[in-house]
Nanobody, 124 residues
Framework: QVQVVESGGGLVQAGASLRLSCATS????????MGWFRQAPGKEREFVAA????????YYAESVKGRFTISRDNAKNTMYLQMNSLKTEDTAGYYC?????????????????WGQGTQVTVSS
């Protein structure tokens, strides 16, 4: 059974940092692209960052570029999102997406497996 589990969310002040983790099991996700998406109340799920299966190529939304860093450790079947200089507009539920074929994708439909999400709240 495939499992995708996020962790690391929390309540922080603007300017702080958080590191999200996404642990996967039940499949060799090291062969597939993975990504992070987020969804704020009343808004659609939006792309945050993605990484190809080897970790060589990464992609970011313009709103997080220069502040967030996506990485993965295939030996641990885990992906990370280092979030620095957090802003109040980063407040959202953050979701890990896994199992993307080919290049890392920026749309939710590219990924068949999803976690339940972890909440990130940034206060001013």
């Amino acid at each position: 059974q495939v499992q995708v589990v996020e962790s690391g969310g929390g309540l922080v002040q603007a300017g702080a940092s958080l590191r999200l983790s996404c642990a996967t099991s039940g499949r060799t996700f090291s062969r597939y692209a993975m990504g992070w998406f987020r969804q704020a109340p009343g808004k659609e799920r939006e792309f945050v960052a993605a990484i190809d299966y080897g970790g060589t190529n990464t992609y970011y939304a313009e709103s997080v570029k220069g502040r967030f860093t996506i990485s993965r450790d295939n030996a641990k079947n885990t992906m990370y999102l280092q979030m620095n200089s957090l802003k109040t507009e980063d407040t959202a539920g953050y979701y890990c997406a896994a199992g993307g074929l080919g290049r890392a994708g920026v749309t939710p439909s590219h990924y068949p497996y999803w976690g339940q999400g972890t909440q990130v709240t940034v206060s001013s």
